[in-house]
């Protein structure tokens, strides 16, 4: 490679930091990101405090998984918090965001000014998609803090019981919450290139919005029904719950690694098609 190529390389990555820099910091200084984190961090709070205050505790096997653990430990009241919110609130926000990548610049108008500077239609869909990541990640550990919180604030906190019987302490406890979320965040990750590519067709970005959040939940009702358990392992919802394998010893990494690569392919296919709709759309006149 040429000094001139070199050159023209590091300038190219610089733009593509620059652009995923502002565009990141453009989406956490909105009021709205923050009160949608702070929904999510108020999910497993309101779970706490219903337990705390009950005058039965919960029993084995009723209600969400492991909520009956939380009063034995406050640390799982994090871990129900996104067996919870992973159905409905997580994908709700993240709906929200990835509907809002191209169809919100469009609407205000901004979007042909980005195009004309050096980033290009390419570059400007990749950072779009790396800050919606950013903001699964966000999301997820927005719940798994609210859980801690409450969990430390209102019950004891000691040895945890894996699914495998085996107890770990507080600190591997805290570790697996940890990859908990990054497991949630992986997961969302699909549907955050559905709702990328979903962005591209409209210029409206509430439509965009309410497309990705209803094809999350008509996925998870195909993924209900028996009749239709030859679809199953193609929904980008089928390892969503897989989470609770992560608390087994030794971690059973199987799911993870099979929810990661279902996703993969969804923000393949989901990648191309939003390519070819952004890359042939007449957003300049």
Known sequence: MSRRERAVARTSRGVGVRLFRSEVGVLFRRWRTWAM????????????LAVRFSPTPPAPGRGPAFLDQVTHNGLFAGVVGLIVSTPLFLPLTVGVVAGDTIAGEASLGTLRYLLTAPAGRVRLLVVKFAATAVFCAAAALAVVVGGVLVGLALFPVGPATLLSGDAVGPGEAGGRLVLMAGYVTVSLLGLAAIGLFASTLTTAPVGAMAATVVL????QVLGAL????????????????????????????????????LQAGYVALFGALAYGRFTTKDVLS
């Open 226 to 261: 028996d009749q239709l358990d030859w679809l199953h392992p193609w929904l980008f919802t089928e390892h969503w719950l897989g989470v609770a394998d992560l608390l087994r010893r030794p971690i059973a990494w199987g799911s993870f690694g099979e929810n990661a690569l």
């Open 37 to 48: 984190l702070a929904a999510l961090a108020a999910v497993p709070v309101l779970i706490g």
């Open 216 to 219: 999350a939940v008509v996925a």
